[in-house]
């Protein structure tokens, strides 16, 4: 985690870690999902997740190729996939993939037809 910050040795930033009561534990991941409340979600490719537990409480650090999608599950890039296909407005292009739940080939069918 700390990867020998200020000179240290990353085995002794563990120990000192360990003494403190922190424990770190790296959690094999495909990919990360938060789900925002005022709808869409963020998803995160090829993470790098860490669990720390600090004392009984627990924090997550994750990092990796994250994009932001409406609620229906689609991105900024689908939408602008399907408007570059198509000619179509961001409107447009934005309610065809509602109206598909995000199937960005549907999408660009139900806009070229």
Same mark, same amino acid.
């Given at each position: 985690?700390?990867?020998?910050?200020?000179?240290?040795?990353?085995?002794?930033?563990?120990?000192?870690?360990?003494?403190?009561?922190?424990?770190?534990?790296?959690?094999?991941?495909?990919?990360?999902?938060?789900?925002?409340?005022?709808?869409?979600?963020? =998803?995160? &490719?090829?993470?790098?997740?860490? *669990?720390? #537990?600090? $004392?009984?409480?627990?924090?997550?650090?994750?990092?990796?190729? %994250?994009?932001?999608?409406?609620?229906?599950?689609?991105?900024?890039?689908?939408?602008?996939? =399907?408007? &570059?296909?198509?000619?179509?407005? *961001?409107? #447009?292009? $934005?309610?065809?993939?509602?109206?598909?739940?995000?199937?960005? %080939?549907?999408?660009?069918?139900?806009?070229?037809?």
């Amino acid at each position: 985690m700390f990867g020998g910050i200020g000179g240290m040795d990353p085995k002794k930033m563990q120990a000192v870690m360990k003494q403190m009561g922190i424990k770190q534990e790296e959690v094999d991941s495909l990919r990360v999902i938060i789900e925002k409340s005022e709808g869409g979600r963020i =998803v995160i &490719e090829n993470p790098n997740v860490v *669990k720390i #537990d600090m $004392k009984g409480n627990e924090s997550w650090q994750i990092t990796g190729d %994250a994009k932001e999608e409406e609620a229906s599950g689609f991105s900024d890039s689908d939408v602008e996939l =399907v408007m &570059e296909k198509t000619g179509k407005t *961001k409107e #447009d292009a $934005k309610k065809a993939l509602e109206q598909v739940n995000g199937d960005i %080939a549907q999408a660009i069918i139900k806009l070229s037809e």
